[in-house]
C-alpha cells in the first residue's frame, strides 16, 4: 500500500480484509484471501485530504451534473452538525449495471471508500441503498460489512444496508433520502441541498458506487492486474455498460475510446445478421445516435451536446425502428415518473402516447412538451426528458430521409 505523508489523522478504514470474487448469476459469493491491507492509512489531516480530492482527476465532475467531488465533502463539512454517508447503489437507469459489476467483483473496496469519507467528514453512520432487484448483491455485501465490522475497521460507525424498491426516481439523491426516512420516494425543491440539510436534517454526503470506488485511488489505491475492476482506479478508463445487438453484452472498462462504434467490436461485434443503425447513449433520457455519428471521433461528439452519462450503450440495428426505439424510452419515463409535478407526470405520458400513434409526429406537440417539460420539471427526470424530447424531431427526420 502506497502512504502519503504522515499525518494526524488515521483512517481506521483501509481495509485488513478478505476481498473476494462473486458469481451473481448463481447468486453466491465465493470468498478467498485476495489481499490483506493495513489497518490504518495515514491520509493527512482533512484539509489534506480534501486538497487531494480537490486536484485529482479523477474526481472531478464526479458528484453529479458535473459538480465537484470536493465541493460536496466541504458543504456537509461546513454545516458542523454529525453528517450521514450513503452509497448509492439503486442503479435504476435503464441498461445500466456498472454499479452492479463493481459490487460483484470488491464490495470491499467501496466499503473502504465508504469508511474513508466517514472518517474525514465525521460521519456516523453509512447507508448503502441497493437496488432490490440485485438479490445476489445483497448476499455480497452483507457477507463484505460483517467481515469489516468483526474486523473492527468500522469502530464508532454504524454500517446500514438498505433495499431500494428498484424505482428509477429513487436515484435521485432527495427521492432516495426521502425513501431511506420512510416517505414516498420524491424528489424536493433545492436549495436546501442535501450537502447542508439531508437524512433527518443532517447534513449527508451521496456518491454512487462507481464514485466510491474511483476516491480510493486518491489515497493510493492502483489497478491490480488480477482484479480487471480495479482499473477503474485510473482516471482515463471509462465504465460503460454495453447491452443490444452485440455478441458479448456487460460492462466493458475502457481506456481512451476514440469512436463509440469501438465499443461493438469490444463487445463482440455485432450480432449474426445484424448491421448497425445506432446507438441509445446516456440511458432511458440519454441520446439516439444514428450509426453516422457512431463513427465519428468521440470528442467531437463530446464538444458538442452529447452526454455519456452514466455510460449506458443500447447498441440497436438497421431493422429496428428509431421511432419504435424512441417510443420505448418515452414509455419508461412515463412509468417511472413519481408524478409529483405536472410538467413531469403529464409530459412524459403525452410524449410516449405521440410516439407510438400511427402517422406522422405531432412535431409542434413533442416541441411544447420539451420546452415545459425541461423548464419546469422539479427534478433530472423531468428536465432530461424534455432534453430528450427536444433532440428527437431533427434526429427522426434525418433518419428517414
Not at 445476489?136 to 469502530?155: F, N, Q, T, W
Not at 454526503?205 to 492502483?222: D, I, M
Amino acid at each position: 500500500m502506497r502512504f502519503m505523508r504522515a499525518a494526524i489523522l488515521f483512517v481506521h478504514c483501509c481495509m485488513e480484509k478478505v476481498r473476494g470474487t462473486a458469481s451473481a448469476a448463481t447468486g453466491a459469493m465465493e470468498q478467498g484471501p485476495r489481499q490483506i491491507r493495513a489497518a490504518f492509512l495515514p491520509i493527512g489531516l482533512r484539509e489534506d485530504i480534501k486538497y487531494s480530492i480537490a486536484s485529482a482527476e479523477i474526481c472531478r465532475s464526479r458528484a453529479g451534473v458535473g459538480f465537484p467531488v470536493v465541493e460536496k465533502w466541504r458543504q456537509v463539512m461546513r454545516r458542523g452538525a454529525v453528517p450521514v454517508v450513503i452509497v448509492n447503489g439503486d442503479e435504476g437507469e435503464l441498461a445500466v449495471f456498472k454499479d452492479r459489476f463493481i459490487l460483484e467483483n470488491d464490495p470491499h473496496g467501496v466499503i473502504e471508500a465508504a469508511l474513508v469519507a466517514a472518517r474525514v467528514t465525521g460521519a456516523d453512520k453509512i447507508f448503502f441503498y441497493i437496488r432490490d432487484d440485485y438479490k445476489p448483491i445483497h448476499v455480497i455485501l452483507r457477507k463484505a460489512i460483517a467481515d469489516v465490522v468483526s474486523a473492527g475497521l468500522a469502530s464508532g460507525i454504524a454500517i446500514e444496508l438498505r433495499r431500494s424498491g428498484g424505482a428509477y426516481i429513487c436515484g435521485e439523491e432527495t427521492a432516495l433520502i426521502a425513501s431511506l426516512e420512510g416517505r414516498p420516494p420524491r424528489p424536493a425543491e433545492r436549495p436546501p441541498f442535501p450537502t447542508t440539510r439531508g437524512y433527518f436534517g443532517r447534513p449527508t454526503l451521496v456518491h454512487n458506487v462507481e464514485t466510491f470506488f474511483r476516491l480510493r485511488s486518491v489515497w493510493g489505491s492502483a489497478p491490480e492486474p488480477d482484479l480487471p475492476v480495479s482499473d477503474l482506479l485510473a482516471a482515463e478508463v471509462t465504465l460503460f455498460s454495453v447491452s443490444g445487438r452485440v455478441r458479448n453484452p456487460g460492462p466493458k472498462p475502457v481506456r481512451g475510446l476514440s469512436r463509440l462504434i469501438d465499443l461493438v467490436d469490444i463487445a463482440g461485434g455485432l450480432t449474426e445478421g445484424v448491421e448497425l443503425g445506432g446507438m441509445v447513449v446516456g440511458g432511458s433520457s440519454g441520446t439516439l445516435l444514428p450509426a453516422a455519428d457512431c463513427r465519428r471521433p468521440l470528442d467531437e461528439l463530446l464538444s458538442g451536446r452529447l452526454r455519456l452519462g452514466t455510460g449506458g450503450i443500447v447498441v440497436f440495428g438497421t431493422g429496428d425502428d428509431m421511432r419504435g426505439v424512441a417510443s420505448k424510452m418515452a414509455g419508461y419515463l412515463a412509468r417511472e415518473s413519481c408524478g409529483q409535478c405536472g410538467p413531469c407526470r403529464v409530459g412524459t405520458a403525452k410524449a410516449a402516447q405521440a410516439l407510438n400513434a400511427p402517422g406522422r409526429l405531432d412535431v409542434p406537440l413533442i416541441n411544447d412538451l420539451s420546452v415545459v417539460m425541461s423548464e419546469a420539471s422539479i427534478c433530472a427526470l423531468g428536465r432530461n426528458a424534455g432534453r430528450f424530447l427536444g433532440r428527437l424531431p431533427s434526429l427522426l427526420e434525418t433518419c428517414d430521409s
